[in-house]
């Protein structure tokens, strides 16, 4: 994920989550996160465009990116 926040960090934004803080129980419950890996892309108004349970190959993330970014 860092390698893709170095090349789309200036068009997406990259937050990460602690699974074991508590203080993220409430924005987890909202996504539904049950299992990690767990990947959310967002609109701007939190909407989930996208999201991934488990391994993803770079180039299916960077190809929702360009999609979702046109």
């Given at each position: 994920m ?8 200036d ?5 990460y ?54």
């Amino acid at each position: 994920m860092h390698g893709l926040e170095n090349t789309w960090g200036d068009r997406i934004r990259f937050v990460y989550l602690d699974i074991d803080d508590p203080r993220n129980d409430t924005f987890k419950s909202q996504l539904g996160y049950f299992v990690q890996p767990h990947l959310f892309l967002l609109d701007g108004d939190g909407a989930i465009i996208k999201q991934w349970l488990g391994l993803v190959d770079k180039t299916e993330l960077e190809a929702v990116f360009e999609q979702a970014l046109s």
